[in-house]
Nanobody, 124 residues
Framework: QVQLVESGGGLVQAGGSLRLSCAAS????????MGWFRQAPGKEREFVAA????????SYADSVKGRFTISRDNAKNMLYLQMNSLKPDDTAVYYC?????????????????WGQGTQVTVSS
């Protein structure tokens, strides 16, 4: 079992940057595909980015490609999301998620573990 705790959210102006972190407990973190999802008020949870267990493969939603970077440090059981050139449309609660299977997927229902989320608000 893996427990996930996000941090790093906050209020930032459009064009600014934030770095989200996700601390994972458990010895099997390094074997999991990890992802970031977000959910804005009144909208469904949507895929943001995912990374393979070794970090060699990544996937991004078109809306964040070129602006966000997902990374992981398996030695520290940490997952990160560097967010640059933030836009008001990026405002949402951001969730860290883990998947036991080795394949990167973009559907929220395919992930087994979830954090509580961290709020990101981008002002115009």
């Amino acid at each position: 079992q893996v427990q996930l705790v996000e941090s790093g959210g906050g209020l930032v102006q459009a064009g600014g940057s934030l770095r989200l972190s996700c601390a994972a407990s458990g010895r099997t973190f390094s074997s999991y595909v990890m992802g970031w999802f977000r959910q804005a008020p009144g909208k469904e949870r949507e895929f943001v980015a995912a990374i393979s267990w070794a970090g060699g493969s990544t996937s991004y939603a078109d809306s964040v490609k070129g602006r966000f970077t997902i990374s992981r440090d398996n030695a520290k059981n940490m997952l990160y999301l560097q967010m640059n050139s933030l836009k008001p449309d990026d405002t949402a609660v951001y969730y860290c998620a883990g998947r036991r299977s080795g394949l990167i997927v973009t559907t929220a229902g395919s992930y087994d573990y979830w954090g509580q989320g961290t709020q990101v608000t981008v002002s115009s």
